[in-house]
């Protein structure tokens, strides 16, 4: 199949014996640039290993057609930096993955972090070694480096999935995952395209393609809810004004539930007039951005009938903005309501199967039987293309650990003593793995990923200025902390009714084997009590921990 190839590598040569350093990073995305840049103010020697051949994580692989964020880029960027907030200007309200890895790039360059990043370096092992108090980590070529400390900056959707479809590597024309794109243009012009899933990737690459390719055959396994992105340009005056504003828009994000600019309104759906609730909405799906889904009343997602009025309105946007009623019937979820499962926003996803040279193909109804040379077979007809797309989505959260060998003293191993799923102290440490830091780890608090990245580095810096502080070489947490933050985690996340929903987030993934079985994966509660818990654990003293 074809995979990604990168342009021209940034690979460091590795060092030629055994290294130890004070910490090993996995990762130079988001997470692994920040926590190397507030490593290294503390003095530390410090290794990051990246398995691409570039740095920026998300945006150094998705490089799919319409890949951006659904985040304001205003209150995405890193705010450590007065310099940087100074220097870059964002081009659009929600920035596309090209500017987005410029802007991860000339944070490295500023900072001069490359020099301490090992490119196309996957890890494959990590194990504790108890007589020498350090973490021992192999790489994929055999090399092996040490370090007391081990930080895991490997995302949350970082370990793509291929479907289990027979003949998956049959076909002969080329195949790309959209997690795994490659870094040179592909001209869709004149091409039959088929495109496995309706995630969020394809609903950002789906209209792109749409309008290049001769004809784009969706495979869809089951509909997701989306809602209008309403991208816009930045102007050179209205970037002025942001720049005035960043503390303030920081600042704003921290009292929010997800880190967004979103609050909810406290009002209850039913509560509100039939009237007067349809023009709120009205004005919701017109705004730019998460409102719909983050700022909507407060019970859309914890009542079954709230979240039913609410699904039956974007349902009826859906048959608005689609001609033929059997395709917008199609498009529309019947087995969880919106909100349920992460909302992708979209420019034109519905639009674009009115297009002529789109078709649906529903696989409920006519499933894929195999992957041929030439295409895709369904029990109804075998479909012929010059290119097949996996927008078959990633192994959320744990996923990525599960891709490493990770062993804690007397060589127990991670995947093991989270084999029903994830147990961790505030997502990140874990019980019986000193030393180890999780930036991002199952059951944190998440959202805006850069505020909760810097939230969870600079907590994580905290707890090592301490340790220096008391001379202390070694952390682990407490099991009975684990135990009491678990069951706050499942409770909070028992109130939504995302919980009874399949999807990355409640740990199904049918592409994965053994992952059928419903899991929580993030701290589901409100984020505002999740900073102030995670603040007063590091106000009294870090005395949930065992220190040595």
């Known amino acids: 199949?074809?995979?990604?190839?990168?342009?021209?590598?940034?690979?460091?040569?590795?060092?030629?014996?055994?290294?130890?350093?004070d910490a090993i990073i996995i990762g130079a995305g988001i997470s692994g640039l920040y926590q190397l840049y507030r490593l290294r103010e503390l003095g530390m020697t410090?290794?990051?290993?990246?398995?691409?051949?570039?740095?920026?994580?998300?945006?150094?692989?998705?490089?799919?057609?319409g890949a951006r964020f659904d985040s304001e880029s205003w209150s995405y960027g890193y705010s450590f930096s007065p310099e940087i907030l100074q220097e870059w200007d964002w081009k659009e309200h929600f920035s596309p993955q090209p500017d987005n890895l410029e802007y991860l790039n000339l944070v490295a360059d500023k900072f001069d972090l490359?020099?301490?990043?090992?490119?196309?370096?996957?890890?494959?092992?990590?194990?504790?070694?108890?007589?020498?108090?350090?973490?021992?980590?192999?790489?994929e070529s055999g090399e092996t480096a040490s370090a007391r400390f081990l930080f895991t900056a490997i995302g949350i959707l970082s370990a793509p999935t291929w479907p289990r479809i027979p003949g998956v590597e049959s076909f002969r024309g080329p195949a790309y995952h959209t997690g795994r794109w490659p870094h040179t243009p592909v001209d869709f012009t004149g091409k039959r395209v088929?495109?496995?899933?309706?995630?969020?990737?394809?609903?950002q690459a789906i209209p792109e393609i749409a309008r290049q390719a001769q004809q784009l055959t969706v495979f869809q396994r089951k509909?997701?809810?989306?809602?209008?992105?309403?991208n816009t340009k930045i102007g050179k005056a209205e970037m002025a004004a942001i720049k005035t504003r960043y503390s303030e828009i920081y600042a704003h994000c921290a009292t929010?539930?997800?880190?967004?600019?979103h609050q909810p309104d406290p009002r209850k759906t039913l509560e509100v007039p039939a009237a007067q609730r349809e023009a709120f909405w009205e004005q919701r799906y017109a705004e730019p951005g998460f409102g719909i889904w983050m700022a909507n009343f407060s019970d859309i997602l914890v009542d079954e009938k709230a979240n039913a009025a609410l699904s039956e309105f974007i349902a009826n946007k859906i048959r608005q903005r689609v001609k033929d009623p059997k395709i917008a019937d199609k498009l529309i979820p019947k087995?969880?309501?919106?909100?349920?499962?992460?909302?992708?926003?979209?420019?034109g996803y519905f639009e674009a199967y009115n297009r002529d040279n789109v078709t649906l193909v529903d696989l409920r109804e006519t499933p894929i039987e195999c992957i041929t040379e030439t295409g895709v077979k369904t029990r109804a007809q075998e479909h012929a293309f010059d290119l097949l797309i996996y927008a078959t989505g990633w192994d959320g959260v744990t996923g990525a650990f599960d891709r490493i060998d990770i062993r804690g003293p007397n060589g127990v191993k991670l995947r093991d003593v989270w084999a029903d799923g994830p147990r961790t102290y505030l997502g990140q440490l874990i019980d019986g793995f000193p030393n180890l830091l999780m930036i991002l780890g199952p059951h944190t608090a998440r959202g805006n990923i850069p505020r909760a990245v810097e939230h969870s580095v600079e907590w994580q810096t905290g707890l090592l200025k301490f340790m220096r502080g008391h001379n202390y070489t070694r952390v682990q947490t407490r099991p009975e902390q684990v135990e009491e933050w678990t069951k706050i985690v499942v409770t909070a996340a028992q109130r939504l009714l995302s919980y009874n929903v399949d999807s990355w987030q409640t740990g199904v993934n049918r592409n994965v084997e053994g992952r059928n079985m419903r899991r929580v994966l993030g701290f589901n509660g409100n984020g505002v009590y999740y900073r102030r818990k995670t603040a007063e654990v590091a106000a009294g003293g870090y005395q949930e921990f065992v220190f040595r």
Do not use: K
């Not at 990051?48 to 998705?62: H, I, K, Q, R, S």
């Not at 990043?117 to 108090?133: G, L, P, Y």
């Not at 929010?256 to 600019?261: C, L, M």
């Open 114 to 139: 490359r020099r301490d990043i090992q490119f196309c370096s996957r890890v494959t092992a990590a194990h504790w070694q108890d007589e020498t108090n350090e973490w021992n980590v192999t790489l």
């Open 256 to 261: 929010t539930p997800g880190w967004f600019i």
């Open 335 to 347: 087995d969880h309501g919106f909100g349920t499962r992460r909302v992708p926003l979209e420019s």
């Open 194 to 203: 088929g495109i496995i899933g309706t995630g969020a990737s394809a609903i």
């Open 223 to 230: 509909p997701n809810w989306a809602a209008p992105l309403h």
């Open 46 to 65: 410090v290794r990051v290993f990246e398995d691409g051949a570039g740095l920026g994580g998300t945006w150094y692989w998705n490089r799919y057609p």
């Open 1 to 21: 199949m074809g995979m990604n190839t990168s342009t021209a590598s940034q690979a460091t040569a590795p060092p030629a014996a055994h290294a130890t350093y």
